[in-house]
């Protein structure tokens, strides 16, 4: 049954942990093209024994119309290799926050095993449904058959790519904010920019509904929304006693944890000078129970992060502190994020993200291209040596 | 066989349609949830409503068999939803509380791992590696497979002081949130590239490519349309690679991965931290990394035996410092430390208070 002998991937078969290889086995099961897995077997295999890859630069391949949402891969071992010869990823769009039903899943499977190697990626590290391995040639049949039943692909190359989020509102009651709503409204406002790379590199959009972040906004998204509130965090007594009569310290857990030393506990009640709170969510992760956040929500707009390439990773800064997300401030929301975008497309050189190009310029012409204050909340401390910059403006007072 | 009709820029469908009727009717309503056990779950709704999720280890590579089989429990238990984490889990969401033994007993049969939630080690982010990937230098699904049956009780049973979210990226361009993890691996290139000159010309664009490296080390040759790298400033990062083919940045004798420690995402308690350098290199040992499995399992270890409670991997390092760190650990302190990138002022040391 099996095409090649693949001793060492057969050794990562073993194990508690669910197995990759298991997964490419079976995708020889249902393909249409079972030679594809099979050859993809072969090729990592190879890789394994002689430790390095056998994958060519992408190509230039994709569907009428787009520029994005499929990147061509070759094998660089064609002739021994012929399976995976053109082994294209197709990127879908998912649905916010990947919820999925078993009906659209299912569909999503059957159309693969006719034009594709049975093998995904649930999910990219972007957030798109990835499909693993096709031809040139049924590209445009895959893109019929998803496209007329509503999935469209995603983003990939200097565009803005697939943005995405928590699961926000659907199951946490964390989220101050509606991060699959938003998720989706930006992905409906952006399709052109998605699927049209005309961008000088990629732009990335994530949103979680508070600041333990679970998409990961804050390190991976050029503009970061991360749901925050205003006013004070209601508490409610009586929990707080049960959660110390299940045992929790609440003195060395949370009050000793606090970020601004803003609590106190005196074994009966909890109190939080809320002014001095700086709304981390340490103390509400730990006792869901007792703590709700204020009731005034809204986002924290960020911008910047990205990985290492080219000249460092970066952590999103903080740009506009506060902005609510109600049905107004979804306008507001989407009006900023055109006009951070529009400055970054005007002066970035190519290749060059929204971090780096702020970096160059420095913060204040994004934040006058956009309209917003300069804020304390936007700095960990002002600069220290005195060398600055006075523009014509700063003289008329 | 004709196909049907092409649509275009219509975006993901929406997602209210694939909402349970009870996360419908109570969204943005939610009060509380408990942790049940290390892979279940129960969100409690102002109205009472009540909703269970079961949690599931995918090794993100999934065949549409395996896709298929979680929908076939999701019709049977779970009236056909499920979703997926942003770590990749998959998760089975039961409206029904009768249903949720039930659904478990199936899962524990078919040998699929629960767990991930709460203080524990959750599926682990990783890049496309061998399998996938032009510019990979380690495979990561093979390093993420022989991690976790390593450590896959700290994401069935046992806890850990907070979670630890661990990553692999198979080249420094990262894929994925490593530069940001409580512990990740990461593949890096050790040697200066070698350049097929006969091709540059042909296949590169000259200033793309000089302008692509950070440390300012490619020159363009024009007489021989080509460019030149100086050996004494490149840091193999690959971005010359990445615009340009020719220039191979491959060595499968001298790649190898690094391990970085300490990153975190949220903010709770402290500010959101990089990730940095604990062991700058082991070679590649496929197919099961052995030396790099034992390196995570010696951190995760002195991790758990002196952090206090709820205190990430990062903050555990600053509360002790990074040179009872590498004294705990028995991690060799090398020249590779000590950052000489776009960074460094940050990083040294500017205070005669430290400890040995």
Request: hydrophobic residues 35%; contains cysteine; negative net charge.
């Amino acid at each position: 049954m099996d095409k090649y002998k693949t001793p060492m991937l057969d050794e990562l078969e073993k194990g508690p942990w669910p197995s990759f290889v298991t997964e490419i086995k079976k995708a020889r099961n249902t393909s249409s093209m079972p030679e594809m897995a099979d050859d993809e077997l072969g090729q990592v295999e190879k890789s394994f024994q002689t430790k390095r890859g056998y994958w060519k630069h992408g190509g230039i391949v994709g569907v009428l119309g787009y520029g994005s949402g499929v990147i061509g891969r070759y094998s660089s071992l064609p002739d021994e290799f012929p399976g995976i010869a053109h082994f294209h990823t197709y990127r879908i769009n998912q649905p916010s926050g990947f919820f999925y039903t078993s009906k659209a899943l299912k569909e999503i499977c059957d159309i693969w095993d006719k034009y594709g190697s049975s093998l995904t990626n649930m999910h990219g590290s972007t957030g798109d449904l990835i499909l693993l391995g096709t031809t040139t040639e049924n590209l445009e049949p895959l893109f019929a058959e998803y496209s007329s039943r509503g999935w469209d692909l995603g983003g990939s190359g200097s565009a803005m790519r697939t943005p995405s989020c928590c699961i926000g509102m659907a199951r946490c009651e964390w989220a101050t904010i509606d991060s699959m709503a938003i998720c989706n409204h930006m992905t409906q406002h952006f399709q052109d920019e998605l699927h049209r790379p005309a961008f000088p590199y990629k732009f990335k959009i994530k949103v979680s509904g508070c600041a333990c972040d679970c998409v990961a906004a804050i390190a991976r998204a050029d503009l970061s929304i991360i749901g925050t509130w205003k006013g004070n965090i209601r508490i409610d007594q009586a929990e707080v006693k049960n959660y110390a009569d299940g045992g929790m310290d609440i003195q060395s857990e949370i009050v000793d944890m606090c970020d601004t030393s803003c609590m106190t506990y005196d074994g009966g009640e909890l109190k939080i000078n809320d002014e001095q709170c700086s709304r981390c969510m340490h103390c509400i992760s730990k006792m869901t129970k007792a703590l709700r956040q204020g009731e005034e929500k809204g986002a924290t707009i960020l911008v910047g992060s990205k990985a290492p390439i080219v000249v460092g990773s970066l952590i999103s800064w903080v740009l506009v502190p506060f902005i609510k997300c109600d049905d107004e401030g979804f306008e507001k929301l989407t009006e900023l994020t055109e006009n951070i975008i529009e400055w970054w497309d005007d002066n970035a050189k190519p290749r060059e993200r929204l971090g780096e190009l702020i970096e160059v310029k420095g913060m204040r012409p994004l934040l006058e291209a956009i309209g917003v204050d300069p804020q304390p909340q936007q700095v960990k401390e002002p600069r220290k040596d005195p060398f600055f910059f006075w523009a014509e403006s700063d003289f008329k007072k | 066989m004709s196909l049907p009709e092409r649509q275009t820029d219509v975006g993901p469908p929406n997602y209210e349609q694939f909402l349970p009727p009870v996360i419908k009717k109570n969204y943005g309503k939610w009060k509380y949830h408990e942790v049940l056990t290390p892979g279940t779950m129960v969100h409690v709704a102002e109205s009472g409503d009540e909703i269970y999720t079961v949690r599931v280890a995918s090794p993100r590579i999934l065949s549409t068999e395996t896709i298929r089989d979680f929908c076939d429990m999701a019709e049977k238990y779970c009236g056909g939803y499920l979703r997926f984490t942003t770590r990749n889990n998959v998760e089975l969401l039961v409206s029904e509380k009768a249903q949720l033994d039930p659904l478990v007993a199936e899962l524990k049969e078919k040998k699929y791992m629960i767990g991930g939630i709460g203080p524990r080690i959750s599926n682990v982010i990783h890049t496309q590696g061998w399998v996938h990937c032009h510019s990979a230098c380690t495979d990561a699904s093979g390093l993420v497979k022989a991690m976790m049956d390593e450590l896959h009780e700290y994401f069935t049973t046992k806890s850990l002081p907070n979670k630890v979210r661990l990553a692999v990226a198979c080249c420094v361009n990262m894929c994925g949130a490593v530069h940001v993890s409580d512990i990740a691996v990461v593949a890096v290139h050790r040697k200066v590239p070698v350049i097929d000159n006969d091709n540059v010309g042909k296949l590169c664009e000259i200033p793309t490519t000089v302008g692509s490296c950070p440390t300012s080390a490619i020159r363009p040759n024009p007489k021989d349309k080509t460019v030149v790298i100086n050996e004494e400033k490149c840091m193999y990062c690959g971005n010359c690679f990445t615009v340009c083919p020719p220039i191979d940045i491959h060595n499968p004798e001298e790649d190898g991965v690094a391990i970085v420690v300490g990153g975190k995402i949220g903010s709770l308690r402290t500010s959101p931290k990089f990730s940095k350098l604990a062991i700058p290199f082991f070679y590649n040992e496929p197919p099961r990394w052995p030396k790099v499995v034992d390196a995570i399992k010696n951190i995760i270890d002195v991790y758990a035996a002196n952090a206090k409670k709820h205190e990430r991997v990062g903050e555990w390092i600053e509360r002790v410092g990074w040179e009872d760190f590498f004294k705990l650990t028995g991690i060799e302190f090398t020249f590779q430390h000590i950052d000489d990138f776009t960074f460094m002022r940050d990083t040294l040391r500017t205070s005669a208070a430290f400890k040995y």
